[in-house]
Structures are given as C-alpha cells and as structure tokens.
C-alpha cells in the first residue's frame, strides 16, 4: 500500500478549472491520481528498493526564476540545435531544423491540435504519482513535432537545468517534454539534466514515434549532488520504427529513472541501453518496462552500471510479452560492477510472456575487477591504480558504445570520461582508450 | 653476473608448496627451457618471476641484473624488464590492442622519466612489427583478445613481446592451443627477438616446441625441483621417455 502521505511535490496549485478542456481535464485527473496514490512508499512494488523519505521530507517550493544554461564540457564539439529549460521555463530556442515544430508549453492551453491530441495519451497517471504531479503541475516545457517524412541530421539538444535563485529554499521543477515523430520522420534527441544545489527535478518526457519513423533519444543526468532526479520516460512506438534509447546516470543524490515503452506494431526494433555510476553515498535506480503487444518486434537492452563508495544502485527491468506478441526477440541485461565493499545493487529482471513462440532472455550480474585482467595489465608494466581505472572506462564504454548516433557517442564517451577522472583515481584522459 | 639469478626458491599457493627449492641462473642472450610434467610447478614459476598476487614467496631470492624482483610489484617488474607471455592469454573487452600496447608503453617511459611516445611514430612501428607476425590491423582496433583464435592470441603476445622489448622473456607454454602452421609463426617470432642482451625462458611440456625454438639449456622440473638439467639432447630423451623416471624418482 501506498503512503498517503500528502503531495509536499505538488508545489503549483493546478488550473483544473477554466481552462481548454482537453487540459482541464488531463490536470484533474492528474491530480485526482496523484492524490489517490499519494507518494510511493516502502511498501510500493515499484520503488521498493528507493526509499523516498529525504524527498517527502523536503518542503520545496516552485521553481521561480531563470538562468542561463552553458554545455557541459563534453557536449562542447557536438553540433546541434539548442532547447534551454531553465527550472522548466524554455528560455532559449535556436532555429529549429526543417521539419521540425517547437511549442513551448508555458500555456499550453493554446497549444495547437497536434499537441492537445497526443500530451498525456503515453505518459500514464493513474500508477505513476510523480508523473501524476508533473502532468497537474508543469508550467513550462517544450513540445516538438518531427513531420511526416522529415530527416533531421542536426541532433537537437535540450539542455534542463534546475536550481534555486536568490535563496528561494529548496525548489521543485515538473518539466514536461512532448516528442512527436510523424510517419517516416527521423530525428536524434538529446536531454541533458544539470542544476545546482539542492532541488526536485521531476521530468516527464513523453514519446510518440509514429509508423516507419525513426528516433534516437540520448539523456545525460548529471544533476548537482544534492539534487533529487525522478524522470518518466514514456514512449508508444508504431510499427517499422526504430527507437533507440541510452540513458547515462552521473549525478543527484537520488536519482530514478524510468523508461517505458509500449511497441504498439510490427517490426518495430527498440534499443535501450544505459549506464549508472555513482560514488560518494548516491542512489541510482533505472526502472525500465518493455511492452511487446504486437509480434515480430525486437528490443535489446543492455545496462552496466558502476557503484564507488557506499553508492546503491538499483535496476529493476521487465519485459512484458502479451498473447499477440508471437517471434518476439527479447534481450535484457544489467550488470553491476562493485568497486567498494559498502557499494550495493538491487537487480531485479523480469519476464512475463503470454506468447508462446518467442525468444527472450534476461539476466543480471554483479562483479568486482577480474584479477587475471588486473594482472595482465600490471605484467605489461602499467601500474594497478591505472589498470583498475582502465578497465572501469573499458566497462562503461561497451555500454556507451550502443549508441548509434556516432558525434552522440563521442559526447556520451566523454561525459563518462568526464566522470571517470572525477571519481576513479588513475583515469584516462578523455579519449584516452 | 647472469642476466637472471634463482636461488632456492621456495613459494606456495593457498599455503600449499609448489616451488620447492629452484637454483636457476640464466646468463644474457641465452634461452633456457624447463619442461615438465603437469603439476610440477612450471606455470607456478613463471608466476612467481611475473609477480602474480597469490603466489607467495617463502624462501630464497630472484635478481634481475643484480636487482631483488620479489621486492617489486608485477608492474615495476614488467619495467624493469621482465615479460610473461601468458599460457592463457586474457581477453579485455573494451580495451583495443593499440590502446593497450601504448598504455603499456608509456607506462614504461613515464616510469624512468620519459616523455609520452608520439602517437603517429608508434602506430607505424606496432603496424610494422604487427605484419610480420600475421597480427592484422583490424586486431588491433579489436578489443584485446576478444573473440581472438588460439593462434591469433599467441601471435598477439609476441607482438606485445617485440613492442614493449624486455630483457628477460618467459613463454609459459606458448604451443598450446597452436597448429603446426602457427607454431611455426609464432616460433619465427620469437626467434626473431633473440639478441646477445636478451634472455629467456621457455616453458612447455612437450619437446615439440623446442624443435622451432632451440634452447642452449634444458632443465627438467618436477615436484618444485629442478631434477636434471644439460644440452637438446636431454628433449630428446623426454620426448621418449616421458617424465616417468623423474615423477617416480622423486615420489
């Protein structure tokens, strides 16, 4: 049972009334839900290796006030078209690509049909409270419509900074993002999450990849390390699509990022790969939820995660196969590398199939540094604290290297490099292996 | 002075005697070649000189060019010059073969105070060297033995052999896993990188491969000992005989 606790998150008062009526309506239920359920608690299935308390007992108030937003160094040479979400106001557009709409969704009541017929219909409210609260209470964010046939080369970088402005106490942001990519359309999105200091980042991205389309869909969070990171990612795939999903976790103290995605046609190929690392006392949990409704769909999932310190991480992922789904190819795989004795790792993968004609596979593994590696390194003369950082580099990039987007790749590469020299003593310079 | 001095070396693993009391002087330029039976103690040695964790000294002395090993970790080791050539060589994903090569190098440079090799100078060279041990381009982009066949990876340890240059060599039974047509690549390899300075030791169990690498000094080890040491013709007589007499000498 969930913890009835009351919505200290829900910060904006809603406007369940007056507004257009798709928005009221979407705000009310919203609400009704979030209240219903109240903030997951020990008990919750879902979250029941995060516990929420330092969050609920924050008193955050909405976040007021903007700033400008720079790249992290290792996005610096990516070449891109920009969104800045600074405490989920969209501050800053560049031209957007040909083919490309951009609706900012800071009165969304005048938003146009494209956008009132598609928020909210992928991103659930009813079982998910944060994404409850961020579709009641979101005062800004970005709405992007790839058109029919369109090929965007230029990736589009959003960049989603939050922070607290002028001592306004610890402030929450419900950044809402909608994607939509129309038939044949093709487009590389890219969410980067930063901030400063001590605040509520509670993001819903919404995804609708539509028939033959393609999306690539890369997020860096890399929030302050004080930072709370509650992040739905709900995606409904159209048949002949391609979606190709990486996720890197650096920063927040606690951090939850989940990715659902419902393939909703034939041949649809879905890609979600990530990494998770965390040092110092952070917690890391990727919740991820694959549903196979239609057959002959393909998806590959594969997560590496490493834990310093007395960091936790937590990787719960499911599969879901349903009667129709028959030649489904599933493949899913966490694995954790611990390099502390107080590091630890809840994986839980899960495979529930009603078709019978179907290959899938899941699997998770936890490890430390294999010695005989260790030893091979050192026995061609380099020293032990240097090996062990290149090995750990070596594991993050075999996730990192999923990504397909090859410029993406680089700046992902270097992120964790980024990372790496940070947190693991020894570590090779970027673009160092 | 020889090259490499072993004296009574004793070492145990998981507190277990494997080394036994092993008297062993290799002078510069020369080749030894321990044979022995499974069991004797001969990958344990070649542990042992590499300083591998877990395998402990309790007793005697290793000097490298008048300097005690047993004091330095395997890395410091592998600076001052000593390279194993490993029976089961390692597969380290995500690692290409070229990183490796020049992170192992410039460990080496960095650790007697020398500046980072020039990046285009030293992709030629390994290319070089790479080609005429078979080792392809494409191996050396891939991660470092991943996927690698049993001859590829012991190709790749002698081109890790002729880059980083040691002075004291231990192939630790570089023919198994090899074909005939592999042995012979790997062999000319090898061969290649004998000079007057440069030592080494083979280890293997069969005399086969001394036919390709032929070794000044053959020594017989068996229960931690070495049992009989003299010329080429001593394979010989192993090749048919076996290890019987030595294994039944010593039980």
Known sequence: ?433 | MALLEIENLHAEVDGKPILKGIDLSIEAGQVHAIMGPNGSGKSTLSYVLAGREGYEVTEGSIRLDGHDLLEMEADERAVAGVFLAMQYPVELPGVTGMTFLREAVNARRKAVGEEEIDAMGFLKMVRAKAKTLGVTDDMLKRAVNVGFSGGEKKRNEILQMAVLEPKFCILDETDSGLDIDALKVVSEGVNALRTPERSMLVITHYQRLLNHIEPDVIHVLAHGRIQKSGGKELALELEQNGYADFVEAAA
């Open chain 1, 1 to 433: 049972m969930a913890d009835k606790a009351t919505l200290p998150l829900l910060t904006a008062v809603p406007k369940t009334e007056g507004g257009s009526p798709w928005l009221t309506k979407l705000r009310r239920t919203a609400v009704e839900n979030a209240e219903r359920t109240g903030l997951p608690g020990v008990r919750t299935e879902a979250w029941k290796f995060t516990n929420l308390n330092a969050l609920k007992a924050l008193e955050p108030v909405a976040a007021t006030g903007t700033a400008e937003i720079a790249r992290l160094p290792a996005f610096a040479d990516l070449q891109a078209v920009e969104l800045h979400l600074s405490n989920g106001t969209l501050t800053h557009a560049d031209a957007m690509p040909e083919g490309v709409d951009l609706v900012g969704l800071a009165e969304p009541d005048d938003a146009p049909d494209w956008v009132s017929e598609t928020l909210g219909t992928v991103a659930e409210t009813a079982p998910h409270p944060f994404t409850a609260i961020n579709t009641g209470a979101f005062t800004g964010g970005i709405a992007l419509r790839i058109r029919k046939g369109a090929a965007v080369e230029t990736p589009i970088l959003l960049l989603v900074d939050t922070r607290s402005l002028e001592g306004a106490g610890t402030v929450a942001a419900h950044p809402r993002i909608l994607v939509v990519v129309e038939d044949g359309a093709m487009a590389d999105l890219v969410e980067v999450h930063t901030g400063g200091g001590a605040y509520v980042n509670n993001a819903v991205t919404e995804l609708v990849i539509g028939k033959d389309a393609r999306l690539g869909h890369y997020k860096l969070q890399a929030e302050s390390g004080e930072a709370f990171h509650i992040a739905m990612t709900a995606a409904r795939c159209a048949a002949n699509s391609t979606y190709d999903n990486f996720a890197l976790s650096t920063g927040a103290t606690l951090s939850r990022n989940e990715i659902r995605a419902t393939l909703a046609g034939r041949h649809i190929e879905y890609r979600i790969n990530g990494g998770y690392l965390a040092c110092g006392d952070q917690h890391m949990d990727t919740a991820t939820f694959i549903d196979h409704a239609e057959p002959d769909c393909a998806s590959h999932e594969l997560y590496k995660g490493v834990l310093a310190d007395r960091a936790h991480g937590v990787f719960q992922g499911k599969i879901l196969v349903r009667p129709d789904a028959q030649k489904t190819d599933g493949y899913q795989m966490n694995r954790a590398l611990l390099l502390s004795r107080e590091a630890e790792i809840n994986s839980k993968p899960e495979l529930e199939i009603y078709a019978d004609d179907v290959k899938c596979s899941h699997g998770a593994t936890v490890g430390e540094l294999e010695d005989d590696q260790l030893f091979y390194l050192m026995a061609r003369g380099i020293p032990e604290e240097r090996a062990r950082a290149i090995l750990v580099s070596a594991y993050v990039d075999e996730a990192v290297d999923h990504i397909q987007r090859e410029p993406i790749r680089d700046a992902f590469r270097a992120a964790a490099a980024e990372w790496m020299q940070k947190n693991i003593a020894g570590a090779p310079a970027e673009g160092g292996l």
